[in-house]
């Protein structure tokens, strides 16, 4: 058996089951921007501990269902916004508590909403390019931004909470990390 499979362990393979089965939520109809993503990048880059694997399995949940959903033009913005988030999980959850996680997800969806949104403003038709126009775009991003808040909160608190529960009702997944 070759190192790197003797260095998988069954609570590596419980929070990346966990990441993979929240990013296929994606495929389920959502209102938008209700949506698991900003939960598995924080989720990822709290629990691994080779900080690769924090960025690689849940950005490759995310390609997977991209590749379902479909790509798009701002899509590179997407995932920098998602590696951003997954670098907040692994600075900012070095001791995951609910406290500690609803910061994140806030963190994360205002500046997944910063980020995307510049994105939209920026070099578009759309928007004039200049001040007022990157308000403007902000102020009609303002409903996605509350359901995307909304959803960080929800999808945190469950993949979090589903991954504590499991973990303490079965000695097998007792490692803090992986």
């Known amino acids: 058996m070759s190192e790197e ?3 998988i362990t069954p609570n590596f393979l419980l929070v990346t089951s966990l990441i993979f089965i929240a990013a296929f939520i994606r ?17 990822g880059g709290a629990y691994f501990s080779r900080k690769v694997f924090a960025f690689i399995v849940p950005i ?14 701002l899509g590179w913005l997407v995932y920098l916004s998602f590696a951003l988030i997954v670098a907040f999980g692994i600075f900012l959850l070095k001791k995951v508590s609910v406290k500690n996680v609803i910061i994140a ?16 403003w920026f ?8 001040l007022s126009g990157l308000i403007e775009c902000y102020i009609a991003a303002i409903p996605f931004f509350s359901n995307n808040i909304l959803g960080d909160l929800v999808y945190s608190g469950l993949i979090f909470g589903v991954y504590e529960f499991i973990k303490s009702s079965n000695p097998i997944f007792a490692e803090a990390k992986n």
């Open 5 to 7: 499979l003797k260095k």
């Open 27 to 43: 495929l389920i109809p959502h209102p938008p921007n209700f949506t698991p993503i900003a939960a598995i990048a924080l989720f």
């Open 60 to 73: 490759s949940a995310m390609f997977l269902t991209d590749a379902i959903i479909g790509f798009h033009s």
């Open 105 to 120: 997800a806030i963190l994360s969806s205002t500046s997944f909403f910063l980020i995307t949104n510049f994105g939209v």
């Open 123 to 130: 070099g578009s038709s759309f928007y004039p390019q200049n």
